[in-house]
């Protein structure tokens, strides 16, 4: 069964460094997604794509976070510069449609630390 | 804005013991409610969904049945078993585009032998 997959499943940087955030989403999905959960908190949205371009994105997702499809398979977080709150675990998530009811495909999640 | 309501944990039972997480939630037009659960150590995977009112979503004996009139989702197992140790989430996707799942805070449910 095709799967969302993420590397690297651990990361771990010193404040202040850029870290990126590998995803492949399932082959024939159009919408990707961003979501991350801060460790013993819910799982937050962070943004949606499709078509290239952003089509929302939540209140965390600052200038400090960009997204990106450098490939055609790949979907990249990149966070610039990194704070300790942002230390958590990231999910990435794919679907064929972006419906209200359409199941959304989410891969293993990186653990990020920021120390 | 839209949210989502659910049990706090941790839930403990014995094995082959009825469950019942609540999940009540909080949004404007008619959303889709899904239940993900988490196993230790690995992603989230979904594990029943519905659309529209009167919905019942199941799956692994798992059921939840869409109720507009109370605005819940509460998610029923007859018998659970130690390998449905985890933790589950009661989550919302309203009808836009592209639209974003807005998850509950999580229940942690731990199943003994």
């Known amino acids: 069964e095709p799967e969302v997959t993420q590397t690297p499943s651990h990361q771990v940087t010193q404040m202040g460094q850029e870290v990126i955030l590998r995803c492949v989403p399932i082959?024939?999905?159009?919408?990707f997604y961003w979501y991350r959960q801060i460790l013993g908190q819910k799982v937050e949205f962070l943004v949606s794509?499709?078509?290239?371009?952003?089509?929302?994105k939540s209140e965390i997702f600052d200038d400090q976070f960009s997204v990106e499809r450098p490939d055609g398979s790949n979907f990249t977080l990149k966070i610039r510069s990194t704070k300790l709150e942002d230390s958590a675990m990231y999910f990435c998530?794919?679907?064929?449609?972006?419906?209200?009811?359409?199941?959304?495909?989410f891969g293993p999640g990186t653990r990020l630390l920021v120390l | 804005g839209d949210s989502v309501t659910q049990m706090e944990g941790p839930v403990t039972l014995s094995e082959e013991a009825c469950l019942t997480i609540?999940?009540?939630?909080?949004?404007?037009?008619?959303?889709?409610l899904f239940w993900y659960v988490q196993y230790p150590g690995e992603g989230l995977q979904l594990l029943l969904k519905?659309?529209?009112?009167?919905d019942k979503g199941s799956n692994k004996g798992f059921e939840a049945t869409y109720r507009k009139e109370t605005t819940s989702f509460h998610l029923e197992k007859g018998s659970v078993q130690v390998s449905d140790s985890a933790v589950y989430f009661c989550?919302?996707?309203?009808?836009?585009?592209?639209?974003?799942?807005?998850f509950g805070s999580g229940t942690r449910l731990s199943i003994r032998p």
């Open positions: 998530a794919s679907s064929e449609s972006g419906a209200g009811g359409e199941t959304q495909y």
């Open positions: 082959s024939n999905h159009l919408y």
């Open positions: 794509f499709y078509n290239n371009e952003i089509s929302e």
């Open positions: 609540n999940c009540t939630y909080t949004a404007t037009g008619y959303p889709s």
């Open positions: 519905a659309t529209k009112a009167d």
């Open positions: 989550a919302l996707s309203d009808g836009s585009s592209a639209s974003k799942i807005i």
